[in-house]
């Protein structure tokens, strides 16, 4: 088919795919950042090339979209996820987010529209899909039905409640009518895994059974995914992009509001802990210190401050950490191999716990606590695709 045009809009950029392409091949096996429009755009030296790449989201995720591309420079994989999602709420006959002053907008000008401004493919403005909301979810499947071009990744920006056992068979049936690559975006407070045990199981199942299933928008979550089939995934560079809300809902933080400190990804527990509770804990103890390229030998209770240069180097000392691991993933075989050595560096992490509290010397309720989702990782069986 004839890609929309839009004049002096595209820039000049490698793997930026033609509309009849499958983005698979060029996205399959990576892990991407999924970034904040509100901050300036970099080059990140802590994105890997082979195993890497963008996700842009926000407002104005199309603007900065465009000058990765055309002012930084940056050639690697990049999608725009305008984030429809978290205003618009799916419904049976508008599954679809689409401009409402423009009398001739469709979804083949909005994924269009993406491209020309440097996406590598296109993501359907899809909304978000309540709990049990069946007929919606069925909606974006048949809206997705009649999408022609190739180079469409079919958002699913879903409540995690699907993720229960009384929904987990509904998704796994309609997600596998989709026959377009699908990037699965789970709404819910804090960690969305958290709010059933058997989540990180089913969404475990869910990325085993169907094709061409993807994780975005999501923590540590996303390596669980890729160990268990999915084609690719995201994780968010702050808190805030590491899950989503329902529209009308505000992210609650921890912290209770103010001052918006970093997360720090913890290499040894494999979590990710606020910097202001990490400096606090480790107040009378030496704290552990981290060898990526960002921190070269340094403790990391040093993130402490809201300032955004120690935003941007807890982001890379973060993304470093995640990237070394899957890297480390993508050098084992597919399958019980790959499946084996995520189950094991997992148990690993739950071990670490009770020698770190000990070495704080505090109890388990006052120290580190390893997140439910871990938990299961580390013990769910492995199991082959």
């Given at each position: 088919?004839?890609?929309?045009?839009?004049?002096?809009?595209?820039?000049?950029?490698?793997?930026v795919?033609?509309?009849?392409?499958?983005?698979?091949?060029?996205?399959?096996?990576?892990?991407?950042?999924?970034?904040?429009?509100?901050?300036?755009?970099?080059?990140?030296?802590?994105?890997?090339?082979?195993?890497?790449?963008?996700?842009?989201?926000?407002?104005?995720?199309?603007?900065?979209?465009?000058?990765?591309?055309?002012?930084?420079?940056?050639?690697?994989?990049?999608?725009?996820?305008?984030?429809?999602?978290?205003?618009?709420?799916?419904?049976?006959?508008?599954?679809?987010?689409?401009?409402r002053?423009?009398?001739?907008?469709?979804?083949?000008?909005?994924?269009?529209?993406?491209?020309?401004?440097?996406?590598?493919?296109?993501?359907?403005?899809?909304?978000?899909?309540?709990?049990?909301?069946?007929?919606?979810?069925?909606?974006?499947?048949?809206?997705?039905?009649?999408?022609?071009?190739?180079?469409?990744?079919?958002?699913?920006?879903?409540?995690?409640?699907?993720?229960?056992?009384s929904?987990?068979?509904?998704?796994?049936?309609?997600?596998?009518?989709?026959?377009?690559?699908?990037?699965?975006?789970?709404?819910?407070?804090?960690?969305?895994?958290?709010?059933?045990?058997?989540?990180?199981?089913?969404?475990?199942?869910?990325?085993?059974?169907?094709?061409?299933?993807?994780?975005?928008?999501?923590d540590?979550a996303?390596?669980?995914?890729?160990?268990?089939?999915?084609?690719?995934?995201?994780?968010?560079?702050?808190?805030?992009?590491?899950?989503?809300?329902?529209?009308?809902?505000?992210?609650?933080?921890?912290?209770?509001g103010?001052?918006?400190?970093?997360?720090?990804?913890?290499?040894?527990?494999?979590?990710?802990?606020?910097?202001?509770g990490?400096?606090?804990?480790?107040?009378?103890?030496?704290?552990?210190?981290?060898?990526?390229?960002?921190?070269?030998?340094?403790?990391?209770?040093?993130?402490?401050?809201?300032?955004?240069?120690?935003?941007?180097?807890?982001?890379?000392?973060?993304?470093?950490?995640?990237?070394?691991?899957?890297?480390?993933?993508?050098?084992?075989?597919?399958?019980?191999?790959?499946?084996?050595?995520?189950?094991?560096?997992?148990?690993?992490?739950?071990?670490?716990?009770?020698?770190?509290?000990?070495r704080?010397?505090?109890?388990?309720?006052?120290?580190?606590?390893?997140?439910?989702?871990?938990?299961?990782?580390?013990?769910?069986?492995?199991?082959?695709?």
């Open positions: 088919m004839t890609e929309l045009s839009f004049p002096g809009q595209r820039p000049t950029a490698l793997r795919l033609d509309s009849n392409v499958s983005p698979l091949p060029l996205l399959r096996g990576r892990v991407l950042v999924h970034e904040n429009t509100r901050f300036i755009p970099r080059m990140r030296h802590s994105i890997d090339d082979d195993l890497g790449g963008i996700v842009v989201t926000g407002d104005t995720a199309d603007e900065r979209a465009f000058q990765l591309r055309t002012e930084v420079g940056f050639t690697g994989p990049l999608l725009i996820d305008s984030a429809p999602y978290k205003t618009h709420t799916a419904t049976v006959d508008e599954p679809f987010l689409l401009p002053d423009d009398m001739f907008a469709d979804v083949e000008t909005s994924l269009s529209f993406q491209k020309a401004r440097g996406a590598s493919a296109a993501l359907t403005p899809t909304g978000y899909v309540e709990p049990e909301n069946a007929r919606a979810l069925k909606a974006v499947w048949h809206a997705a039905e009649r999408i022609e071009r190739g180079d469409v990744i079919v958002s699913l920006p879903i409540d995690a409640a699907w993720l229960k056992d929904h987990i068979r509904q998704l796994i049936a309609i997600c596998t009518q989709i026959k377009q690559p699908k990037a699965l975006i789970l709404a819910g407070q804090f960690d969305p895994l958290e709010g059933a045990k058997e989540m990180p199981a089913n969404l475990r199942r869910l990325m085993s059974e169907v094709e061409h299933m993807a994780l975005l928008r999501s540590l996303a390596l669980d995914a890729m160990a268990y089939g999915a084609s690719f995934a995201g994780i968010g560079s702050d808190s805030s992009l590491r899950h989503s809300v329902a529209p009308g809902e505000r992210v609650l933080v921890a912290s209770g103010g001052a918006q400190y970093p997360k720090v990804l913890l290499p040894n527990l494999m979590c990710f802990k606020g910097a202001v990490l400096a606090n804990k480790y107040a009378n103890t030496p704290p552990p210190v981290c060898y990526c390229d960002e921190c070269d030998g340094q403790a990391l209770d040093r993130f402490d401050k809201p300032d955004g240069l120690t935003r941007q180097e807890s982001e890379d000392h973060n993304v470093l950490v995640w990237g070394g691991w899957a890297s480390e993933m993508a050098a084992h075989a597919a399958g019980a191999d790959r499946q084996g050595w995520w189950r094991d560096k997992c148990a690993a992490a739950v071990e670490q716990y009770a020698l770190e509290n000990q704080l010397g505090v109890s388990s309720r006052a120290g580190f606590q390893a997140p439910t989702p871990l938990k299961a990782w580390a013990a769910l069986p492995a199991g082959t695709r």
